[in-house]
């Protein structure tokens, strides 16, 4: 690979109009299959509720198929919403996947519900109260302790700590499980800076994000995670053969997201439909801020490496949404030729 960062893959298992969960969830695999023999490096789904575009409502589920089915790339959550489950069963999950398949699995968590508030209402067991931004940074360092790696009884929590024993009941024989902050706010970059660990910033979601990558340098802390920050960009990004079609398969996406501001949720209109609704709607278009990166195979790569740039990013993510499994296929085929990627040997 000649590019100065490493190429991921974000995946939000989209639901095609006239299609099922279940063709998605098979798409998922069929896609992570062709990632891990493409050669990139990390394949990690993302976790949304109560839409019925994206089928990725429990990542934790998927991930023990996916990292059944490849064989190389790290698997991981983009991410798990942490305020939605206790800290222990997180824990216990990925200690469990990572038994699966040692020394691939990876968590990335996030603050946000993923979804609205009614339907974060309704995830909680106790509705009595919300889940406040002061709660998160407490529950984050509570399954930081049960997954420190460090063989010290106790190791991050207390001796007399009454949860301390439970860390040695997690299942083992997996490797370490390597913790990720996900965030498109300043508050995610000042509490993965301070708590010294790797960073993935959405910019597919904010892309103002730039400031973000500088406060979680500047706050950062060399800890035993991490000796020198990390930073990880997710962009959206589609590729073809031409740019034009590129920009065809960018409009269901664009359609898509265009309802969602007016809170009307839709599953993922054909690319025929969303063109012509588009070209009736040319407000939906302008209103967008988002950062989308289409065109040929070199004409994203050229827009990856610009965002790259701005971020210092160590790695990129791709992730898209389009109704066609094919194009998407060919999407991540094509980029895999333009950086020249090479699946590593995998070790006996």
């Not at 991981?76 to 398949?101: C, D, N, Q, R, W």
């Not at 067991?125 to 009884?153: H, I, K, M, V």
């Not at 929590?157 to 913790?179: E, I, N």
């Not at 898509?256 to 278009?285: C, K, N, Q, Y």
Request: charged content about 20%.
């Amino acid at each position: 690979m000649n590019a100065p960062y490493r190429l991921s893959v974000l995946d939000q298992s989209p639901i095609a109009a006239g299609s099922t969960a279940t063709q998605a969830l098979q798409n998922t695999l069929d896609l992570a299959r062709l990632c891990d023999d493409l050669g990139y490096h990390r394949y990690w789904m993302a976790e949304h509720h109560a839409t019925p575009a994206l089928a990725g409502a429990a990542p934790e589920a998927l991930i023990g198929p996916v990292s059944q089915v490849t064989k190389r790339m790290r698997i991981g959550s983009g991410g798990i919403m942490l305020p939605h489950y206790s800290p222990f069963k997180v824990a216990e999950t990925f200690k469990m996947l990572a038994a699966l398949a040692p020394d691939r699995i990876d968590l990335g968590l996030g603050r946000a519900p993923g979804s609205d508030q009614r339907t974060a209402l309704a995830m909680r067991q106790d509705r009595s109260r919300g889940f406040g931004a002061e709660d998160f940074p407490a529950a984050l360092n509570e399954l930081l302790a049960y997954l420190d790696d460090r063989t010290e009884e106790g190791a991050g929590l207390p001796d007399d700590h009454v949860f301390a024993p439970l860390r040695a009941t997690l299942p083992s024989g997996g490797g370490a499980v390597p913790v990720w902050l996900l965030g498109s706010s300043p508050d995610s970059a000042v509490l993965a800076g301070r708590l010294g660990l790797p960073y993935a910033i959405a910019d597919f979601i904010n892309p103002d994000g730039v400031e973000l990558a500088k406060l979680y340098r500047d706050m950062f802390v060399p800890s035993r995670h991490l000796d020198a920050p990390q930073v990880l960009a997710t962009v959206w990004a589609i590729a073809a053969d031409t740019a034009e079609e590129a920009q065809r398969l960018s409009a269901p996406s664009a359609m898509m997201f265009a309802h969602l501001t007016r809170g009307v949720l839709i599953p993922v209109p054909s690319i025929e439909e969303a063109v012509d609704w588009l070209a009736s709607t040319p407000a939906a278009l302008s209103m967008r801020r988002r950062r989308v990166i289409t065109g040929t195979p070199a004409e994203v790569r050229a827009g990856i490496d610009r965002v790259a740039e701005l971020y210092g990013a160590h790695e990129m993510m791709v992730v898209n949404i389009m109704p066609d499994h094919a194009a998407r296929r060919r999407c991540y085929e094509l980029l895999a030729a333009e950086y020249k990627l090479a699946a590593a040997p995998i070790p006996a």
